[in-house]
C-alpha cells in the first residue's frame, strides 16, 4: 500500500510541476523610481508647474533594486516609502519607473498596489513595494519580454519538485 502511495505522490508530482513555475522572475536589477506629476490647470500654469517638477524630480526619485519582475508588474526594494509628502503606494500615484536591463534601460508607468516593511532588525529600514504596469511602450514591452524569455531560458527560477512532506527516496 505504501508503494501504491508513493506512486501516485510522484505521479501528481510530475503533473502539478509546470503549474508551480511562478510567472515573476527574481533578479537584482537597479532601478529608479520617480513619481508622475499629477498638474490639473491652465496649460500655462500647467508648463510653469512641469518646468517646477523637473527641477524637484531629483528630490523625487529614489534608487533601489528589483525583487521580480513579470510582463505585468514587479517589486522592488526601496529605503523609503515616501518621497517628499507622497507615498509610494497610494490611490492614483503613478510611478515612473526606470529598470536598467542588460540589453538596456526599460521604461515603465506603474502604480503602487502594496508594501511592506523589510529587515525591520537594521538601523536601515527598507521596503518591498508591488507595483502593476499601467503604461508600456511597444519598444519597452520588447525590451521586457526579450529579458522575461532570457531569463526563462538561462534556467533560472526554475521550480523544483513538490515533495508534500514526503520521502519519496527511500524504497
Known amino acids: 500500500m505504501e508503494e501504491v502511495f508513493r506512486s ?3 505521479r501528481l508530482n510530475e503533473s502539478v510541476r509546470g503549474y508551480l513555475k511562478p510567472s515573476r522572475k527574481h533578479s537584482r536589477l537597479p532601478i529608479l523610481v520617480s513619481l508622475q506629476p499629477n498638474i490639473q490647470t491652465t496649460s500655462l500654469l500647467k508648463n510653469r508647474l512641469a518646468e517646477v517638477y523637473v527641477e524637484k524630480k531629483k528630490n523625487l526619485s ?3 533594486e528589483t525583487q521580480d519582475i513579470s510582463d505585468n508588474g514587479l517589486s522592488f ?3 523609503s516609502i515616501r518621497l517628499g509628502e507622497h507615498y509610494l503606494v497610494s490611490d492614483g500615484m503613478v510611478l515612473n519607473i526606470e529598470i536598467d536591463l542588460p540589453e538596456g534601460k526599460l521604461n515603465v508607468k506603474a ?3 502594496r508594501y511592506e516593511q523589510i529587515d525591520m532588525d537594521s538601523s536601515v529600514g527598507r521596503f518591498l513595494v508591488g507595483a502593476k504596469f499601467v503604461e508600456v511602450s511597444a519598444k519597452d514591452r520588447v525590451l521586457l519580454a526579450e529579458y522575461l524569455d532570457a531569463e526563462k531560458r538561462s534556467g533560472k527560477n526554475k521550480a523544483g519538485n513538490v515533495q508534500w ?3 519519496l527516496t527511500r524504497p
Open 62 to 64: 529614489i534608487f533601489g
Open 77 to 79: 526594494i526601496v529605503s
Open 165 to 167: 512532506g514526503l520521502d
Open 111 to 113: 502604480v503602487g498596489c
Open 8 to 10: 501516485l505522490v510522484g
